[in-house]
């Protein structure tokens, strides 16, 4: 397992160079929650996995592919409450989620398989053999 590095696979909005902690600030732009992902490469294969617990896959998470990118969209409702002698508490979070995520070079959109288990969803993508890079001198004709 190899750890991937974030700029060659993930297409998110600009981070503008800024820390981490200050990043998180502004995760809830235009309504939406930023999904957390983690990535590495198992072997020929990026795989991104995401914590999704409590999500009908079926109904609430959909993974789609558009041009050289794969993206998870979902939704989340949360609803509890707790009665007891002091009073009632009700407590809800909803909204949406998304998150994409570049193809690497050569993968195509077939290729992408998705799987939820135990509140996680998998994302894998096989990442094509990358052909070796030629070099050729180009003669220059005069004119």
Not at 21 to 26: A, D, G, S
Request: hydrophobic share 35%; glycine share 6%; aromatic share 8%.
């Amino acid at each position: 397992m190899a750890l991937v590095h974030r700029d060659t696979h993930v297409a998110e909005w600009p981070t503008l160079g800024w820390p981490e902690r200050w990043r998180r600030l502004f995760e809830f732009e235009g309504g939406q929650e930023w999904l957390r992902v983690e990535e590495f490469h198992d072997g020929d294969t990026l795989v991104v996995r995401a914590e999704l617990p409590d999500i009908d896959p079926d109904k609430d998470v959909e993974v789609t592919t558009v041009g050289d990118v794969v993206r998870i969209h979902g939704h989340r409702e949360q609803k509890t409450e707790h009665k007891d002698k002091q009073g009632y508490r009700s407590e809800f979070r909803y909204g949406e989620f998304d998150r994409e995520i570049a193809l690497p070079q050569g993968a195509t959109a077939k290729d992408v398989k998705a799987t939820y288990s135990n509140g996680i969803l998998e994302v894998r993508i096989p990442c094509p053999e990358k052909s070796e890079v030629t070099s050729a001198k180009v003669p220059i004709a005069r004119t």
